[in-house]
């Protein structure tokens, strides 16, 4: 199915819009009222369990298909500096390189 240039923007307006109302009908319906405690443990971990997964998928995904790589290994060297306590720079230099190289071969 082809879509036109019209159709695009429109399909594109009418998600930007319902993204909008989604947003907006938590406050609308919550505003004011104090959330249960156990509602707010589970919205605190809900960052770090999003941003690992998002991670995970992008270190050992390539397309539709899980594989592991050269970017795979320099991402766990990086771990295990980051591990070591080395600096964020030099992990990420040294995962840049690991991954270059691997490649290279």
Sequence with gaps: MTLTYTQVWVLILGLATLTVLIKALGPLLLGGR????WFSRVIVLMAPALLSALVVTSVFATGRSWSVG???????VAAV?????????????????????????
């Design 70 to 76: 050269a970017h795979t290994v320099g991402v766990g």
């Design 81 to 105: 500096m980051l591990w070591r306590r080395c600096s964020l720079v030099l992990s990420a230099v040294v995962a840049v390189l690991v991954t270059a190289a691997l490649r290279a071969i």
């Design 34 to 37: 104090e959330l249960p405690p």
